[in-house]
């Protein structure tokens, strides 16, 4: 592989899921960048999802992954694909003493569930061509655990064992499955964070900042490509530190 070449995803088909903003929306654009073809997949944010599909000629389609008939239909629409991202997620925290039926079902549907729903549907034909390349966000959370945030904690930390055990699954297919988990990221999602938290976490974060979305993308682009041919059921960090 030549230095020109490095990170090339040329003639790739991928699907990034929850592409409207935030970490998926540099994603998707990372990828784009890099030379894949990039469905973007968003449940409201129609507006933004379709700006980032334009400015890197990509398509930007509608579906609930939490729904497992949506996001079925989602990775079929989608063509045959060589690259998963499933980056789509959110938050409704509480202490698990005031935490509602609603808020752990929401939670672990939209971050955990969503992914059996997607991986299941690309495993067989991705498995058929023996080539494919799956990425799932986690999140630090998922391995340290975070106050009000069971429900968070516990979809998250079910993201590592499934894709763990989906690497088990599809390696002899030369299918890979990897895990990102992000530390605190510049996103709508953290813009909630109280500020003492904040501070609290930066104080135990070495590289003493935020993270970018941007950042994060690097490392999903790097698991998507040949670079990383050799490289599944991994969990790789992109925290400033914070999880070591
Ligand atoms: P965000 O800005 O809130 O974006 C979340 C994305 O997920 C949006 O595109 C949203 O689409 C989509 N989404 C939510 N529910 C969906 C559903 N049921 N079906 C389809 N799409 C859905 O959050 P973010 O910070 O970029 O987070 C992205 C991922 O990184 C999440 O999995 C999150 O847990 C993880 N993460 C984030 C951080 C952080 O610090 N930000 C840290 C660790 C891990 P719509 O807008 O169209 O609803």
Not at 28 to 43: F, H, K, P
Request: some cysteine; proline content about 2%.
């Amino acid at each position: 592989m030549s230095a020109g070449s490095f990170a090339s995803l040329d003639g790739k088909l991928a699907l990034v899921t929850g592409g409207s903003r935030g970490i998926g929306r540099a994603i998707a654009l990372e990828l784009g960048r890099a030379g894949a073809q990039v469905v973007l997949s968003y449940r409201s944010g129609r507006e933004e999802a379709e700006a980032v599909a334009a400015e890197i000629g990509g398509r930007a389609v509608e579906a609930d992954v939490s729904d497992s008939a949506s996001a079925k239909a989602l990775v079929d629409e989608t063509g045959e694909l060589d690259i998963l991202v499933n980056n789509a997620g959110l938050t409704r925290d509480g202490v698990l003493a005031r935490m509602s039926d609603d808020d752990w079902h929401e939670v672990l549907e939209t971050n955990l569930s969503s992914i059996f729903y997607t991986c299941r549907a690309a495993a067989r034909p991705m498995m058929k061509r023996r080539a494919g390349a799956i990425v799932n966000v986690s999140s630090i959370v998922g391995l340290r655990g975070n106050w009000g945030q069971t429900n968070y904690a516990a979809s998250k930390a079910g993201i590592i064992g499934f894709t763990k055990s989906l690497a088990r699954e599809l390696g002899s297919r030369n299918v890979r499955a990897n895990v990102v988990a992000p530390g605190y990221v510049r996103t709508r999602l953290t813009d909630v964070i109280p500020e003492d938290a904040t501070k609290t976490m930066l104080a135990a974060t070495p590289l003493g900042r935020l993270g970018e979305p941007e950042e994060v993308a690097g490392a999903v682009r790097f698991l998507c490509a040949e670079e990383a041919a050799f490289v599944t059921g991994a969990v790789l960090l992109v925290d400033g530190g914070l999880g070591m």
